[in-house]
């Protein structure tokens, strides 16, 4: 059973940090590119940052140099520290595969919200 439960969301001031964790279970983690999704408000959900199996990041441009994305393979977890938040970065965020769509099960998601 593909299991996703994403927590650490809050509400932060901009220019605050945040660290979000995702654990998986095995089958929807083992050996994939995981990544993180951002909706905001009224906004379709997008992908923010992705990781591959072995660590290789990458970033939506918006994010480059605020947000870290990070794994532990030993623990099925994803991860994600944001810095220097902006209001902009309010929304809930997901974890899934790389490229997962509509037809992928989905978790909760946590909502973050950064307050101008």
């Known amino acids: 059973q593909v299991q996703l439960v994403e927590s650490g969301g809050g509400l932060v001031e901009a220019g605050g940090s945040l660290t979000l964790s995702c654990v998986a279970s095995?089958?929807?983690?083992?050996?994939?590119?995981m990544a993180w999704y951002r909706r905001p408000p009224g906004e379709r959900r997008d992908w923010v940052a992705r990781?591959?199996?072995?660590?290789?990041?990458d970033y939506r441009n918006s994010v480059k140099g605020r947000f870290t994305i990070s794994r532990d393979n030993s623990k099925n977890s994803v991860y994600l520290r944001m810095d220097n938040l902006k209001p902009e970065d309010s929304g809930v965020y997901y974890c899934?595969?790389?490229?997962?769509?509509?037809?992928?099960?989905w978790g909760q998601g946590t909502q973050v919200t950064v307050s101008s």
């Open positions: 095995g089958r929807a983690f083992r050996d994939k590119v």
């Open positions: 990781i591959t199996n072995g660590g290789t990041p």
């Open positions: 899934n595969k790389a490229f997962a769509d509509g037809e992928d099960y």
